[in-house]
């Protein structure tokens, strides 16, 4: 499968956020990833829909709101009027609230129209999220624990994403989007793509990087 890169903001001087959507247009990104955090859900705060909507003019990207955030189907609204194309919700944010959580939100997402996924952290099994697969769009791999930029990639998501895409293909979905969020540079991008994903975020490789573009081009030289 084409692989997709997703450049995620967090790594970016939100000052000039500006710039860094033009430097991901221009370098050949497929997505640009918005790591929304409320400080509850995972210990920091970034920012909400007024971000996404202040961006939303300045791309043709689709904008891929992953949202790290307690209660997530009382902010759908706000990210789909803002401009969001895929929204993606934590299982763990859902299950503690009922099991029919994580669906409903899901559904409400497509409701506006825009895509939909669902998220699993590194110590939660993928066949949690086997059950809403049929209503996903895309799914979440996490492959750090949820809140930072710069972590170390954790290679147990490996056989999580070879059994996502094995299930996915098996439900008449071979060509679901599987995403891996975290820890993502060029030999870990080939980990995740060797196993089936096709979707990999990446925050402190890209920003970090001398030439952005050439560090986009290599994770999806793969
Ligand atoms: C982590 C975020 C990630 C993060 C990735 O909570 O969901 O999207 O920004 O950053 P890197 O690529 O630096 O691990
Ligand atoms: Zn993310």
């Not at 990207?61 to 759908?76: A, N, S």
């Not at 401009?83 to 994580?102: F, N």
């Not at 590194?122 to 750090?144: A, N, R, T, Y």
């Amino acid at each position: 499968m084409q692989i997709k890169i997703a450049p995620s903001i967090l790594s970016a001087d939100f000052s000039r956020v500006g710039d860094a959507i033009r430097l991901c247009e221009e370098s050949g990104a497929d997505l640009i990833h918005c790591d929304v955090m409320d400080g509850s859900f995972v210990e920091p705060i970034t920012f909400g829909g007024q971000m996404v909507k202040n961006i939303r003019p300045l791309t043709g990207l689709p904008l891929d709101v992953h949202l790290m955030v307690e209660h997530p189907k009382t902010q759908i609204k706000f990210f789909a009027e803002a401009g969001a194309d895929i929204i993606t919700v934590h299982y763990e944010a859902c299950s503690k609230i009922s099991p029919d959580y994580l669906g409903e939100t899901l559904s409400l997402i497509k409701s506006y129209g825009i895509k939909c996924g669902a998220v699993v952290n590194p110590d939660v099994p993928v066949e949690k999220i086997f059950p809403v697969f049929g209503l996903c769009d895309m799914v979440v791999l996490m492959s750090v624990f949820p809140g930072y930029g710069g972590q170390r990639f954790m290679e147990g998501v490996l056989p999580k994403i070879s059994a996502a895409r094995a299930y996915a293909a098996s439900v008449g979905k071979p060509e679901l989007d599987i995403e891996v969020d975290g820890g993502i540079n060029a030999k870990t991008a080939r980990l995740a793509s060797a196993a089936g994903a096709n979707v990999l975020v990446a925050g402190s490789a890209l920003f970090g990087a001398p030439d952005f573009a050439s560090a986009v081009a290599e994770l999806a030289r793969q």
